[in-house]
């Protein structure tokens, strides 16, 4: 399975503190299959995209990985995202080091 690691501050509607903690993380990239139709993307709040073509990962997968690293800021994630309507959570390219396996 393919992953990702994250290497730089990912852009976002979430704060720069929750966003920051995504920093080293790895990720695994979910599969083409798995992904939602296209244009469904929107921003974390509800705004426009900021990564799209990005890299999707499961959003409750990240999440709990998080949670490992930052209690506090996979909270965030939780009390400020509608997860059932967002299953993927997409990592700007540029912020990201690519995994093929």
Known sequence: ????TIIAVPPGE???WVRREWV?????????RDLPPTGEE????????TNPGGYPVETTVAIKEL???SPKAAEWWKSHLDIPRMPALVFQKDVCVFDPR
């Open 67 to 69: 949670e490992k690293k």
């Open 14 to 16: 979430a704060p720069e």
């Open 42 to 49: 929107v921003g974390v709040l509800g705004g426009p995209p």
């Open 1 to 4: 399975m393919a992953t990702i």
């Open 24 to 32: 080293g993380m790895i990720l695994s990239v979910m599969e083409a």
